[in-house]
T-cell receptor, first 112, second 111 residues
């Protein structure tokens, strides 16, 4: 069976510090990978998606970037965090273009 | 322009009081509509996929239906453990790999 791992679960970082959130998928190959952000009480906003190694599409211009160094690894990064980056970040994967996506448990990021 | 709209935003039910949640979409070329359940502080949990008008899916007390421009999630005789936020998402042809979400409906079932 397929599983998705996302860590850490919670993170408190000072303004101006770097960020690296990692997500890995097991039990499948060549998945589509996604990073979403969710504000409190709101729906999910797509940040980045990837259809293959090194292929990243950005949806929202911002202080964040994503990379896919391996087939089942997706990383969300920032060089300098802003207070406005505080949010709930979710990684997800799907098998094909028009199928359901499966989510990790999320990372609660607080920038102080 | 909102492409996926969920209503109501919040729903308070008594245990056993059946109700329906709505998800309407304005996109063309629908390539799938998906329902998720999300508990506080957790990632969304996949429930159903619907691909064509008239399609229905069931799981325990939940039943999802799809028409040409909206989907309903029916909760029959809900229990307190059905309390959660229910999210609707769509894929459509022009957006390719994107999964676009509605704002969700927060459901609270009181015993």
């Amino acid at each position: 069976s397929q599983t998705i791992h996302q860590w850490p679960a919670t993170l408190v970082q000072p303004v101006g510090s770097p960020l690296s959130l990692e997500c890995t998928v097991e039990g499948t190959s060549n998945p589509n990978l996604y990073w979403y952000r969710q504000a409190a009480g709101r729906g999910l906003q797509l940040l980045f998606y990837s259809v293959g190694i090194g292929q990243i599409s950005s949806e929202v211009p911002q202080n964040l970037s994503a990379s896919r160094p391996q087939d089942r690894q997706f990383i969300l990064s920032s060089k300098k965090l802003l207070l406005s980056d505080s949010s709930f970040y979710l990684c997800a994967w799907s098998r094909q273009e028009y199928t359901e996506a499966f989510f990790g448990q999320g990372t609660r990021l607080t920038v102080v | 322009e909102d492409q996926v709209t969920q209503s109501p935003e919040a729903l308070r039910l008594q245990e056993g009081e059946s109700s329906s949640l709505n998800c309407s979409y304005t996109v063309s070329g629908l390539r799938g509509l998906f329902w998720y359940r999300q508990d506080p502080g957790k990632g969304p949990e996949f429930l159903f996929t619907l691909y064509s008008a008239g399609e229905e899916k069931e799981k325990e007390r939940l039943k999802a239906t799809l028409t040409k421009k909206e989907s309903f999630l029916h909760i029959t005789a809900p229990k307190p453990e059905d309390s959660a936020t229910y999210l609707c998402a769509v894929r459509f042809k022009a957006a390719g790999n994107k999964l676009t979400f509605g704002g969700g409906t927060r459901v609270l079932v009181k015993p």
